[in-house]
């Protein structure tokens, strides 16, 4: 009986020893991952905002952004503006330009983006034009 409660002891002691170890280590990243590169704010809001109905070098089901600051005379207040409430602007007919995209588009509505800020905003344009370079 003595060798036996000897053996549990032992057991239990590698155990907790094991799990305290567990506890103080540090996550490894691959070696993969470490080498890539952070994701960008404006690919990463780009992604999750604009790319089912945007590409930067191709027409889907809203036009091509690869330009999209040449086009607008980089006025990024009225970008700003358009991404937040793009059928507002339309709305207004204030913009020809604006109101032609929208009908050779079949009318096709860009859904408002009240949630991004500015900032966000700006970061995707950023994002857009470091692709094209």
Sequence with gaps: MHTTRKGIIGLASMALLFAACGQHSTETTPP???????????KRLFINNCVQCHAIKSDKIGP????VLG?????????ITYVKN????????????????????NQTQMPPFPNLTDDEIRDILGYIAKDVE
């Excluded at 993969?32 to 404006?42: F, I, R």
């Excluded at 086009?71 to 970008?79: K, Q, V």
């Excluded at 793009?86 to 604006?98: F, H, N, P, V, W």
């Design 32 to 42: 993969e991952e470490a080498a890539a590169p952070a994701m960008s704010s404006g």
């Design 64 to 67: 091509k952004l690869e330009g």
């Design 71 to 79: 086009r607008w005379n980089n006025d990024t207040a009225r970008i």
């Design 86 to 105: 793009s059928q507002a602007m339309i709305t207004e007919g204030k913009d020809a330009r604006l109101t032609k995209l929208y009908k050779d588009y």
